[in-house]
């Protein structure tokens, strides 16, 4: 269909569509209103499930539902909201089952505003609902590649019985871009999903449990082993990660999403002054791309982490460079995008910014 | 060409966000690379509104930017805030039906568009936004017209297609205000 | 020689877990006998709830989710949608339903979701050890309402089965009792019609029923059966509180 320019929520939703979606269920809030707006068009259009729901409380337990069911569910909300929706993330990791969550994060903490940010970098990585537990972050950095992200996100989620997130914010949401749908994504070898709880007519001979609850330690602790197992594969083969201009910086930064893009200006007027600047841009959050860090030549004098939030990638930045480089951070938040030229700044004031 | 950044504000109904759309699209059907994006608060309606378009041949990257090649403001509210926000050489255009006070800037060419005016004059005061992307065209050459009207027909649609006539002439009134004013910008 | 009663094949040979006395086991052979009878063994999707009802779904032979505290009619809702054909019903008590899951419930019957819940209500919270819910009756003891439930400050028994009969996508509403044979038998019609009128595609059906809770009440069985009987009819009556007779309403 050749290039169109198009809005990154639209194409979020047109994306979900090509990966296979077949059913949707969400609650309004800003800056991610035209992902569920498009899909109630598009979805009900071609056949498929599209509920607005009473909250993302429901919301996301109607994910649970349908993807124990065996589909290809999908939710979309922004910041509070996926606070909101952390209980049903964590019995649907506990009970693994396949979904793809659009986060589209905001100014917090509380209400805060809906200006873009990445104040939830804690929230995706970490797993905002109790107990051990894991999602497959992506942290795309343009409308494109999102879309990318979008398409495939099914796919892994099913590979791996387990629920994908992708995270952007407000402004990937919101701006426009021209972008290309048919670009080809990976395509994964998927089994049945002969545990799906469709009725024991699809899978006779044995009845189907969607489930979390393992009473006893040792039951639970046999269920967790295994989901660390996974775990442990998806960090096996699942790191995603650009390098940029990283044969011979004199800093190296760690920035993603939008911020990366912001960089990426900065990088080439840093340039202009003499100074070489390397990006690693984790396009997984979770699993990190922890092995990177290795790769910065010991020549490099230091790593700037930026993000759009007080500094929680910082953590993982600092876990990945084991000490090898002093560490600066630059952030802005709270719904503030920081322009290249502060990050130029912050480079040449790389002292200034240092953390311990 | 270089990365052209362009800064659209205005009052919400001046159609500050169709002027930005316009020019993301048309560099789309130019197979150039675009991106637009607008600030988006609570309010539908009033307040003020503004939008950031990027142009370019090659791949942009960073979408926020600190100061605009072109500037194009429809209100004093507007003007106040991005006045300084400018590179040197740069292009300001503003709406002289409503800014009347002398509008000075050292680092841009300062063009002012009696936009409401020459719109009213077309018997449609809703196109003053097009009066304006008229000028600018003529000034800045980015997009031929041939192009814009393209975009425009796309943009309005099978529902507003009754609208494309006047919004052309809008367009026309905007490059011959230019024109009979004998300014350039190179 | 001639079988005049067996086990129902809509419940697992797992022994249930309740309490002696305790009215779930037979809200739970209703179910069974009813799914058995409807032939919907073998496309029913069951929710099973956090309370005491927690493992349901290791009783009822045929697929089974388990779903967070309150969120059944949600998930339901999810499974619904996605395959429309299937039976699906939940099953909650009164802390998960009629307390942190109520807005679930009132907006699954508000889009007509064309499912069934069964709906038991026994004053308490049993499986946490007697607290305080939003079905106690006025003056009743628990463990957090110990001088007995005082209205001015814990509020009013809450009418889920007449609620629920005010909204326009509820298709069949009943309350009913297990509190002797007679009743029991009431019941199950109640319930079979309920899923009958899913199988019509009517939309959301709900089954109250009011069972006992022997242990937390501090009672022996039979006279806990007994005070379901005096007390609990008396506040929730039992009947038919909405039945919309044809897919039209």
Known sequence: MGKILMKGNEAIALAAIKGGVDAFYGYPITPQNEVPEYLSKHMIENGKVFVQAESEVASINMVYGAAGAGVRVMTSSSSPGIALMQEGISYIAGAELPCVIVSVMRGGPGLGNIQPAQGDYYQATRGGGNGDYNLIVYAPESIQETIDVMKSAFDTADYYRNPVMVLVDGLIGQMMEAVDFDRPVEKRDLSLKDWATNGKKNHPGKRNIANSLHLGAEILEDHNKNLKKKYDRIKENEVKYEMINMDNPDYTIVAYGTMARVCRSAIKQLKKKGIEVGMIRPIALWPYPKKAFDEIPSTCKGIMCVEMSMGQMLDDVQISNRGRFDVAFYGRYAGVVPEPEEIVDAIENFEEWRVE | MAEKTIKVAGFGGQGVMMFGKLLAYAATKEDRYSLWFPSYGPETRGGTANCAVIVSDEVINSPVFRNASHTVVFNLPSLEKFNDRVEDDSLLLYNASLIEKEVKNDKALVVGVPCNKIANDLGNPKVLNMVMLGAYLALTKLFSADVIETVLKEYLGDSKAGMLDVNKQAIKAGMDFIEDAGISYA | ?249
């Not at chain 3, 949608?81 to 909650?92: A, C, E, H, I, S």
């Open chain 3, 1 to 249: 020689m001639k079988v005049k009663y067996k086990k129902t094949k809509g419940l697992t040979d797992k022994p249930l877990s309740y309490c002696p006395g305790c009215t779930h086991g037979i809200a739970h052979k209703l179910v069974g006998e009813t799914l058995e009878e409807l032939d919907m063994l073998d496309d029913a999707i069951g929710i099973a709830s956090v309370g005491c009802s927690v493992f349901a779904y290791q009783f009822f032979n045929c697929d089974m989710q388990q779903a967070p505290h309150g969120r059944a009619c949600a998930e339901a809702t999810g499974i619904k949608r996605v395959l429309p054909d299937n039976t699906v019903f939940t099953y909650q008590g009164d802390g998960d339903l009629a307390s942190i899951g109520i807005a679930e419930t009132i907006h699954a019957a508000n889009r007509g979701e064309n499912i069934t819940v069964i709906f038991i209500n026994n004053a308490i919270y049993g499986m946490t050890g007697g607290q305080m819910a939003p079905t106690t009756l006025i003056g009743q003891k628990t463990t957090t309402s110990q001088s007995g439930r005082d209205a001015k400050s814990q509020g009013y028994p809450i009418h889920i089965s007449e609620m629920l009969s005010t909204i326009e996508g509820s298709a069949y509403i009943e309350r009913v009792s297990l509190h002797d044979p007679k009743h029991v038998i009431k019941a199950k019609k109640a319930i079979k019609k309920a899923f009958t009128y899913q199988k019509e595609k009517r939309g959301f059906t709900l089954i109250e029923v009011l069972s006992s809770c022997p242990v937390n009440w501090g009672m022996k069985p039979i006279d806990a059966l007994k005070w379901v009987e005096e007390n609990m009819v008396e506040q929730y009556p039992l009947g038919v509180y909405k039945d919309k007779e044809a897919n039209n309403g």
